[in-house]
């Protein structure tokens, strides 16, 4: 098997650190020996750590299957309560250790950071944005009450997500996605 390029070397090692010791905590040369190439050529594929931060949100958005939320050949509120299940097994599965990169960025680097404020920004709004056309194919099935704004309530579902994140690794308990999905379940139930 051909060995990745530098680069990949250096935006999965990126993506890993500051995911499980965020941003502040993940220096370039911590990153660089992680990844296993010389500190030298960081600066050869990026102009700064804040530039890997936004391709390593690129890549973390490219690992959280959004695009099983356009699958078509699932029920709409399945497939959307099964993102969310995804995401809830990825925590559970470290441990409760790592969150969402777009929320742990958000609370760490968002107020220094304009470059990275946008990046998380942009992120969010778009997996809302996928979410809000998922919640519109449910109304069309009958499945989601035709009163739920798609849009608001997309973002009222990553806001409540996030703070389900902060409230399972503080506990390091399911109990927070226990009540997230029975929230999840009122709030979409059909009238």
Same mark, same amino acid.
Request: charged share 25%; aromatic share 10%; net charge negative.
């Given at each position: 098997?051909?060995?990745?390029?530098?680069?990949?070397?250096?935006?999965?090692?990126?993506?890993?650190?500051?995911?499980?010791?965020?941003?502040?905590?993940?220096?370039?040369?911590?990153?660089?020996?992680?990844?296993?190439?010389?500190?030298?050529?960081?600066?050869?594929?990026?102009?700064?750590?804040?530039?890997?931060?936004?391709?390593?949100?690129?890549?973390?958005?490219?690992?959280?299957?959004?695009?099983?939320?356009?699958?078509?050949?699932?029920?709409?509120?399945?497939?959307?309560?099964?993102?969310?299940?995804?995401?809830?097994?990825?925590?559970?599965?470290?441990?409760?250790?790592?969150?969402?990169?777009?929320?742990?960025?958000?609370?760490?680097?968002?107020?220094?950071?304009?470059?990275?404020?946008?990046?998380?920004?942009?992120?969010?709004?778009?997996?809302?944005?996928?979410?809000?056309?998922?919640?519109?194919?449910?109304?069309?099935?009958?499945?989601? @009450? =035709?009163?739920? /704004?798609?849009?608001?309530? &997309?973002?009222?579902?990553?806001? %409540?997500?996030?703070? $389900? *994140?902060? @409230? =399972?690794?503080? /506990?390091?308990?399911?109990? &927070?996605?226990?009540?997230?999905? %029975?929230?999840?379940? $009122? *709030?979409?139930? =059909?009238?």
């Amino acid at each position: 098997m051909a060995r990745k390029s530098t680069r990949e070397e250096i935006v999965t090692a990126a993506l890993d650190r500051f995911h499980a010791h965020g941003y502040h905590a993940a220096g370039v040369n911590d990153i660089t020996q992680a990844a296993g190439v010389p500190k030298g050529s960081f600066y050869n594929h990026f102009d700064s750590k804040e530039a890997l931060a936004i391709v390593a949100l690129e890549r973390y958005g490219a690992g959280l299957r959004l695009e099983d939320l356009a699958d078509t050949s699932v029920p709409p509120l399945q497939r959307l309560r099964a993102h969310f299940e995804f995401l809830r097994d990825e925590v559970v599965g470290h441990g409760y250790h790592r969150g969402c990169l777009y929320g742990n960025f958000g609370t760490e680097i968002v107020d220094h950071r304009d470059a990275i404020r946008d990046a998380v920004r942009q992120s969010l709004d778009g997996w809302a944005g996928l979410i809000a056309k998922t919640l519109v194919e449910a109304q069309r099935t009958g499945t989601v @009450r =035709a009163d739920v /704004d798609p849009e608001v309530t &997309a973002g009222f579902i990553v806001n %409540a997500w996030e703070g $389900t *994140l902060i @409230r =399972a690794r503080t /506990d390091r308990s399911p109990a &927070a996605f226990d009540a997230f999905f %029975a929230m999840f379940d $009122t *709030l979409l139930a =059909a009238a």
